[in-house]
């Protein structure tokens, strides 16, 4: 598997899983790597980002994992998409369901036990990954250019003023990066959209 696909796989699964979790223990286990996986354009910023990811006493993220991601009180920088592109912040707004159309269009059905909008950060990165590791260029492109990148930025940007960890705003700054290697390699140009948050 390329470099390209493996990051998208780390990062889907660090902003998806609890960080006490087995399954981001091994990819938390592997982030000193970071820099090496991908000829970043900027290689200060991640080299930067990736000691503050390992600098991180793990057993200490299980609050603000739960803050962030799983709801715990009001919820500084929600991670579904449909929260910011629609007027109303709802969850399986529109945009949600027009992600769910795609998802089935392209014969991928998440199964992740909960009952949760599919159009959740890590979930779409992990999706993106999946169509990586498949060679489904034109899901790539659909997903990050009409699904994810109208709402990332705006996203990644509330994650790192929540943060009081270090390790969410440090990793929000390595998935920024990648979402714009990833559309520079893949010539992606996001959708316009209003945003609501």
């Not at 998208?8 to 090496?36: C, D, K, N, Q």
């Not at 930067?48 to 600098?55: G, P, R, T």
């Not at 795609?102 to 779409?124: C, H, I, K, S, Y």
């Amino acid at each position: 598997m390329s470099a390209i696909a493996v990051l998208p796989r780390m990062l889907g699964t660090l902003f998806y899983y609890s960080p006490t979790s087995e399954e981001a223990g091994s990819v938390i286990a592997e982030l000193a790597e970071l820099p090496a996986l991908l000829d970043w354009q900027n290689p200060s910023v991640i080299e930067e980002a990736a000691a503050q990811l390992c600098s991180v006493d793990i057993a200490e993220l299980t609050y603000q994992f739960s803050l962030l991601f799983e709801g715990q009180g009001s919820m500084p920088a929600p991670p579904w998409g449909s929260v910011y592109l629609d007027r109303e912040n709802l969850l399986l707004g529109e945009t949600a369901q027009a992600y769910r159309q795609f998802l089935r269009a392209n014969q991928v059905e998440l199964d992740t036990d909960l009952n949760e909008p599919e159009d959740q950060f890590g979930l779409m990165i992990l999706t993106m990954a999946y169509f990586m590791e498949i060679e489904n260029d034109d899901a790539v492109v659909e997903l990050l250019g009409t699904h994810l990148l109208p709402w990332s930025g705006r996203y990644l940007e509330l994650l790192a003023e929540a943060d009081e960890s270090g390790f969410y705003r440090a990793l929000a700054v390595v998935a920024d990066e990648f979402l714009k290697e990833v559309s520079a390699a893949y010539d992606v140009t996001a959708a316009t959209h209003q945003l609501y948050r």
